[in-house]
């Protein structure tokens, strides 16, 4: 099992158990047991949660908001900074009511709060038990009812930051603060002109599409200064992009925001926070380097860079510490869910088989055959471009008609032992990684109950990586490759990169399954992001949801569950009306009766049918 690295990028969280079962830990209990992910699987199961489900697991969310409240802590007492941590979670990186009610409940000894890019998601924050000095920060592009709903909520003791991104919500917000008779609190974001790397790096820099510039800035003030409305000016806010893959891009960033800072207490601005966004990444691959899916820090080391920055660039300008927020999203929220599917069925391409030589067999399937006499180390290459050469042969003299269909088949499948004998020596004697690059189109695909368009978006849109794995049989070598596809109809569909323990491959190594035996794979670290991001390619709806909360004698609770969409409720979100599909299929069964090509008994039948998949599953039961 050490092929899958699990021990890297599972964290503690996730481990192989004697069993060979993958097991997830609760990070923070001192109990030694782990808990065997497919026999929750089993057991959701037996309660009538089938799979593809999402498992969410609490005692990982809760580890995810102590984690980045307790390392600032942590980071501000050691530095001795003389300002309190005060962090929010951005709704947009899961919004889901569930999720958003248990951040902000294992939030509250931390006075966490909540960022909101969107009306929507201000109307979220608003319907939350805050605790008294959490923040609401308001991002994004914003209107006066935006405005208007933030400035009036001060009234009920929110503390409801506008975050000022331009010049037009500049005047907005002078405008609504006339009308009510509240002071607002407001936020500027500034354009960092830093740019970092990754996948998010159009969010920072000159071109990003948000904040203001320094001469905006500058306009800003002046103003909010004539307004009479700088005394409310209270937090300057900048974010990099999500998932900063060094640290001492963080660094820069931190540092260039405080110039802005100690420059606009200098002009008589009143801040007293310092907001500098998401980004805090996570080690999908757990490789700690500053790759796209990986980041060169820990939490811990984050929360120093910029307490340490910050403090230094404070004291340099002999003014205040301020409270320092950040709105780390992706760190607080991904490890907490894990996507269970099964496999379904397999394409194989490594068999164990050949015919045996006919005596009417063309020449070049003979030739072919003859290959395997030389399937020796230090000819692999060789025995792989001869086969190639005649495959290509066979399937140009089918194509011509010289050759029939029985003959090309007989080709094929001396041709897939062959690349299956050569791939096995060549992973044994460690053949060149140019030559098992080539092999790797002859791994299997495993056909899965998951779509990835709404389940994994990320790894189809940006080629996301996650950790994925087998969830059983761990303690047997893995001796097959596969590819995964999902059940859309689509051949963007596919997983072909995975997360091994020394690189990342195109291949996944995987069991023989057995007939009859129940394969699960278990994508992990999907909760940021990937819920709301999913779409309904083909009508596959969301899965079922399940959190589990583990328990200190290694047992696990059930304790919410939320059921996948039926295919009632996909068709409605594409306008049908279920109730009007039913009548539509009626009235053919009743037009089919009165032509008497069905009796009655079958038509209650068929409409049975039809019923019982408009309330059923959008997937594979
Ligand atoms: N804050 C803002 C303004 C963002 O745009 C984002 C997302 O990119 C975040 C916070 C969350 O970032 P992350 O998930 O990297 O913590």
Redesign the pocket.
Known sequence: HRVYGVERWGKGLVEVLETGDIGIRNPLSESTHAVSLPKVVEALGARGVQTPVLLRVASFLEHGVRRVNESFGDAIAEAGYRGAYRGVF?I??NQQAQIVRRIVEYGQPFGFGL?A?SKPELVIALSQPLPHDALIVC?GTKDEEFVRLAILSRKLGFNTVIVLESLNEVEIAIRVAGELDVDPLLGVRVKLTNQIGGA?AA?SGDRSAFGLNSEQLVTSVDRLKEAGLLHCLKLQHS?L???IPDVNDVRRAATEACRYFTELLAEGVPLTHLDL?????VDYTGEMKATESSVNYSVKEYCASIVETVRYAMDEAGVEHPTLVT?????VVAMSSVLVFDVLEATLFDVETAPAPEPDDHHLVADLAGIGDYVVEGRLQECVNDASYYRNELRALFRRGTIGLRQVARGERIYLRLMSRIRRLAEETGGSPDLVAQLESTADILHCNFSLFQSLPDVWAIDQLHPLVPLQRLNEVPDRRAILSDITCDSDGKIDRFILADRVSATLPVHDIRPDERYLFGTFFVG?YQETLGDLHNLFGDTNVATIELRENGEFDLIEEVEGDTIGEVLSYVEYNPRDCMDGFRRAVDRAISNRKLDASEGRQLIEAYRSSINGYTYYE
Do not use: D, F
């Open positions: 951005p947009k990186v960022e890019g991002n998010w969010s974010h992009g999500s998932q966004g998401g980004g805090l990444g709105e780390s999203g992706r760190a940021a």
